[in-house]
T-cell receptor, first 109, second 113 residues
Framework: LAKTTQPISMDSYEGQEVNITCSHNNIATNDYITWYQQFPSQGPRFIIQGYKTKVTNEVASLFIPADRKSSTLSLPRVSLSDTAVYYC??????????FGPGTRLSVLP | SAVISQKPSRDICQRGTSLTIQCQVDSQVTMMFWYRQQPGQSLTLIATANQGSEATYESGFVIDKFPISRPNLTFSTLTVSNMSPEDSSIYLCSYGGGGTEAFFGQGTRLTVV
C-alpha cells in the first residue's frame, strides 16, 4: 500500500481557497486517490476521488499531475464549518485503507 | 450506496468486562472493516471481516482480544474483551475503500474505568 505524506495542520480564513497537497511517491498503477473529511465525534466522510488529471464535484476539486506522485485537494471559499481533519488515501479496489495522520484544517473568522 | 449504522454510540465500561459493538449495513457488502481511533489520533485498522471466513487481523491486534463475527453480508460485530483503560477509544466500522468510496459508521466511543 502506498504511503502518503501531507501537512499536519493548516490555517485559513473564511472565504479563502485552501489547497492541501498529499505526496504518494510509491503509488501503484491501479491505485485511486481518495480524500476524506472527519469532524470530531464522527466517522470519516468521502469528499472526492480521482485517478488522474482533474476531478471536480460540488464541494471540492482534486488535481493529479501526470506522474500521479502527488495530489492536491482544493476547497473553494472555505467556511468555519470546513474546520476538520482531511485524509488523503491511496489504494486499489478491494484494498483496505491505511490512514495517515491527516491534515488538521482550522478555518478562522 | 448503503447506509451504515453502528451501536452503541458510546459506553462506559468497567475494566475486565467485554463490550460488543454492532454494525449494520442496509445492503449486502463483501468486506467490512473495523478501525480504532484513539483520542486525537488517526484511524488504525483492526481487522477485515469477510462473511463466511475468519477475520483477518492487522499486526498488533489478536482475535482473543478483538473477536469479530460476520454472520451475513449486512452485519458484523466487534467485541472488545477483558477491557482495560488503554482500550478507551473510538471504534468504527466501515465498508468499501480502495477504488470505491468507503462509508463509515458514526463510531462507538468507549471509556473504560
Amino acid at each position: 500500500l502506498a504511503k502518503t505524506t501531507q501537512p499536519i495542520s493548516m490555517d485559513s480564513y473564511e472565504g479563502q481557497e485552501v489547497n492541501i497537497t498529499c505526496s504518494h511517491n510509491n503509488i501503484a498503477t491501479n491505485d485511486y486517490i481518495t480524500w476524506y473529511q472527519q469532524f470530531p465525534s464522527q466517522g470519516p466522510r468521502f469528499i472526492i476521488q480521482g485517478y488522474k488529471t482533474k476531478v471536480t464535484n460540488e464541494v471540492a476539486s482534486l488535481f493529479i499531475p501526470a506522474d500521479r506522485k502527488s495530489s492536491t485537494l482544493s476547497l473553494p471559499r472555505v467556511s468555519l464549518s470546513d474546520t476538520a481533519v482531511y485524509y488523503c488515501l491511496v489504494g486499489d479496489y478491494g484494498q483496505n485503507f491505511v490512514f495517515g495522520p491527516g491534515t488538521r484544517l482550522s478555518v478562522l473568522p | 450506496s448503503a447506509v451504515i449504522s453502528q451501536k452503541p454510540s458510546r459506553d462506559i465500561c468497567q475494566r475486565g468486562t467485554s463490550l460488543t459493538i454492532q454494525c449494520q449495513v442496509d445492503s449486502q457488502v463483501t468486506m467490512m472493516f473495523w478501525y480504532r481511533q484513539q483520542p486525537g489520533q488517526s484511524l488504525t485498522l483492526i481487522a477485515t471481516a469477510n462473511q463466511g471466513s475468519e477475520a483477518t487481523y492487522e499486526s498488533g491486534f489478536v482475535i482473543d482480544k478483538f473477536p469479530i463475527s460476520r454472520p451475513n453480508l449486512t452485519f458484523s460485530t466487534l467485541t472488545v474483551s477483558n477491557m482495560s483503560p488503554e482500550d478507551s477509544s473510538i471504534y468504527l466500522c466501515s465498508y468499501g475503500g480502495g477504488g470505491t468510496e468507503a462509508f463509515f459508521g458514526q463510531g462507538t466511543r468507549l471509556t473504560v474505568v
